[in-house]
């Protein structure tokens, strides 16, 4: 699965975490430097192309 971490103002993906369960890609994505709040968020949904859904970026970072 992935958990994807966004800018909130601007709905760019930040980073991307893989894992087997929501808690290893929430506990990789915390060690990585993107706590989930008010400028970062993050979603397990990211309806790319759709109204208010996440704008995908070349820089954003893998984590495996």
Do not use: R
């Not at 709040?37 to 954003?60: H, K, M, N, R």
């Amino acid at each position: 699965m992935k958990l994807y971490a966004y800018n909130t103002e601007t709905m760019e993906v930040l980073a991307i975490a893989n894992g087997e369960t929501n808690e290893e890609c929430e506990s990789k994505m915390d060690a990585a430097g993107y706590p989930g709040g008010e400028e970062i968020g993050w979603t397990y949904s990211p309806a790319f192309g759709a109204v208010d859904g996440l704008i995908e970026t070349e820089d954003a970072e893998e984590i495996e």
